[in-house]
């Protein structure tokens, strides 16, 4: 059964750094596409990036890019996303997802909400 | 302003059937399959349909899709109070700034 777990909750002032986490398991992890999706408030989905663990190929949304990290270590199967430094605006929540081919998701993390706030 | 477009809401009774639309362009839809995806009040997506008109495993027949030209739709049948969620297209885009693009959502309300 493929399954991706992310990390808990996590609250934040402005400025500050930050790592979520997405552990997966149930396949073949360099194989496929693994990425990161945002929802904002009460907002839709948007795109923020996709890594091949295989090559570490990573492709980001202009929107994020320059903003936050994307990553991955096949010793863990997991992926991560990361910010040096965040603001309030990046209040969301943030889903990991498998990407089967670049342009669908088949299997969704359960998100991580990060809260930024002073 | 979300790259493809969809109606902000539908409704019907239960046991009608529901369309949504999803309108993108020449790079996005025109070129891509589409893919959809059922949000459940407070829960993750899921995928619903893929390669514009195939259904994953354990997804039921009530839900097709179709696409034409620059434009795909969603079809629920038999609709039921579960089926009380926002629905997403997505596909991807070719154009400069490369990547899957979602439409705004659709909230589907059971009356």
């Known amino acids: 059964e493929v399954q991706l777990v992310q990390s808990g909750a996590e609250v934040r002032k402005p400025g500050e750094s930050l790592k979520i986490s997405c552990k997966t398991s149930?396949?073949?992890?360099?194989?496929?596409?693994i990425g990161w999706v945002r929802q904002m408030p009460g907002k839709g989905l948007e795109w923020m990036g996709i890594i091949h663990p295989g090559d570490s190929d990573t492709r980001y949304s202009p929107s994020f890019q320059g903003h936050v990290t994307i990553s991955a270590d096949n010793s863990f199967s997991t992926a991560y996303l990361q910010w040096k430094s965040l603001k309030a605006s990046d209040t969301a929540i943030y889903y990991c997802a498998r990407f089967p081919d670049t342009s669908m998701i088949d299997y969704w993390g359960q998100g991580t909400l990060v809260t930024v706030s002073s | 302003q979300s790259v493809l477009t969809q109606p902000p809401s539908v409704s019907a009774a239960p046991g009608q059937k529901v369309t949504i639309s999803c309108s993108g362009s020449?790079?996005?839809?025109?070129?891509?399959?589409v893919s959809w995806y059922q949000q459940l009040p407070g829960t993750a997506p899921r995928l619903l349909i893929y390669d514009n008109d195939k259904r994953p495993s354990g997804i039921p027949d009530r839900f097709s899709g179709s696409k034409s030209g620059t434009s795909a739709t969603l079809g629920i049948t038999g609709l039921q109070t579960g089926d009380e969620a926002v629905y997403y297209c997505g596909a991807w885009d070719s154009s400069l700034s490369a990547g899957l693009v979602f439409g705004g959502g659709t909230k589907v309300t059971v009356l």
């Open positions: 149930g396949y073949s992890f360099p194989s496929f596409w």
């Open positions: 020449r790079s996005n839809i025109g070129i891509s399959h």
